[in-house]
């Protein structure tokens, strides 16, 4: 074989094994680094938002244990408790934490609530839940009414029920955070306690913050609310039920009233 063939057969092999290597060291980067770090959901993201850099934090609920190991690895705390009422959570946090090498820094607990959760932490969420059950979370735990206290609440349903409940036993909503993932939006609470009761009107209740609120999110959750009024009204005119519909068009007109033009 002419000596130019032999040299470009030759590298056309180092060519491929490289090739063929890189794939490799491509495909282990990305095993490796993802395989590092947790990331979150948008809504996950938003409870992490208002996480104050450097307090003692409790996950309530915690299942994966994703929170409270992105916290850590982000460097926003240091030390975070993990606590949920069932063994396959709890066991699935713990493989999350091992996985991490954060065993140091993160404990998981099984908990009811906040029943075994050290008072001495600052900062606790409360995320993934139904209102009504974060309702009776927060209920149970009478340390938990201390204004140093951070409380980040997630409800999946049942949000109003939720706003009620803190205005009538003296929590002040600081801050609402609406977060969106595809269509679904999500409301994220920052609570804390003040010892101030307050009476709440049905549209307070349905939309909390964002009333005040003019940024986007906030206002397509206002409008959602409305929406939401609407469609319920349209339900019980079809049922004959003409005084609560009448109602609830009102509540829809009252919402809408808060959307800037
Ligand atoms: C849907 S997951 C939410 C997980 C995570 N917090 C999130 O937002 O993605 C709800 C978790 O709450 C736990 N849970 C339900 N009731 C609880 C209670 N009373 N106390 C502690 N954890 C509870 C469940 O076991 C489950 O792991």
Redesign the pocket.
């Known amino acids: 074989m002419p000596g130019c063939l032999v040299r470009t057969k030759k590298y056309a092999i180092i060519y491929f094994i490289n090739t063929r290597k890189r794939k490799v060291w491509y495909r282990f980067a990305v095993l490796f680094f993802t395989d590092m770090a947790v990331t979150l959901t948008k809504r996950?993201a938003t409870v992490a938002e208002l996480v104050r850099g450097g307090a003692y934090f409790a996950?309530?609920?915690?299942?994966h244990g994703y929170?409270p190991v992105w916290l850590v690895q982000n460097g926003r705390i240091s030390r975070a408790i993990a606590?949920?009422?069932?063994e396959k959570?709890l066991a699935s946090a713990q493989k999350t934490i091992e996985k991490h090498h954060l065993e140091q820094q993160i404990v998981t607990i099984c908990?009811?609530?906040l029943e075994n959760v050290d008072p001495s932490v600052e900062d606790i969420a409360v995320?993934?839940?139904g209102g009504e059950?974060i309702a009776q979370?927060i209920g149970r735990a009478e340390w938990i009414k201390n204004p140093q206290k951070n409380l980040l609440l997630?409800p999946m349903t049942q949000a109003a029920h939720l706003r009620r409940y803190l205005a009538e036993n003296g929590f002040a909503v600081l801050r609402e955070q609406p977060a969106q993932e595809g269509r679904r939006l999500y409301i994220v609470l920052q609570a804390c306690w003040d010892g101030k009761k307050r009476v709440l009107s049905d549209a307070e209740a349905l939309a909390g913050r964002c009333l005040e609120q003019t940024d986007e999110l906030s206002q397509r959750y206002l409008k959602s609310a409305a929406d939401k009024q609407r469609k319920i009204a349209a339900g019980l005119k079809t049922a004959e039920n003409f005084t609560e519909a009448k109602r609830r068009e009102a509540l829809a007109e009252e919402l809408e009233r808060f959307l800037l033009k």
């Open positions: 996950l996950d309530v609920g915690t299942d929170l606590a949920d009422i069932n959570p908990s009811d609530g995320a993934g839940m059950l979370i997630q």
